[in-house]
Nanobody
Framework: VQLQASGGGLVQAGASLRLSCAASGGTLNNYVMGWFRQTPGKEREFVAARRWAGGSIKYADSVKGRFTISKDSTKSMVHLQMNNLKPEDTAIYYC??????????????????WGQGTLVTVSS
């Protein structure tokens, strides 16, 4: 499975962005699709994830109520709608695919495939 993330950019605090992750090279039915982010000098942190086949979704507490993960089955894409962005949301955002159990959805080591990352910068 190949993943390609896009949609990052420079926005002001309070604005919205929608990130997209295009998947190719295999079926996603058995996968959990996740979004992670990383800032320089810090470990990659979990943002959100959803099971491709089914409705289970999980969010990091820091983005709950502001970010929404969704899928477009017709295009094999996963989106991350980010509203009310804050400067602390500034990071490189990565999409990922894996088969973790629900309790491990936030663990990056459980994901096999990664996109290249897209930079989100939120100015104050």
């Amino acid at each position: 499975v190949q993943l390609q993330a896009s949609g990052g950019g420079l926005v002001q605090a309070g604005a919205s962005l929608r990130l997209s992750c295009a998947a190719s090279g295999g079926t996603l039915n058995n996968y959990v699709m996740g979004w992670f982010r990383q800032t320089p000098g810090k470990e990659r942190e979990f943002v959100a994830a959803r099971r491709w086949a089914g409705g289970s979704i999980k969010y990091a507490d820091s983005v709950k109520g502001r970010f929404t993960i969704s899928k477009d089955s017709t295009k094999s894409m996963v989106h991350l709608q980010m509203n009310n962005l804050k400067p602390e949301d500034t990071a490189i955002y990565y999409c990922a695919a894996g088969t973790p159990i629900f309790s491990a959805w936030s663990e990056e080591r459980m994901y096999y495939y990664w996109g290249q990352g897209t930079l989100v910068t939120v100015s104050s």
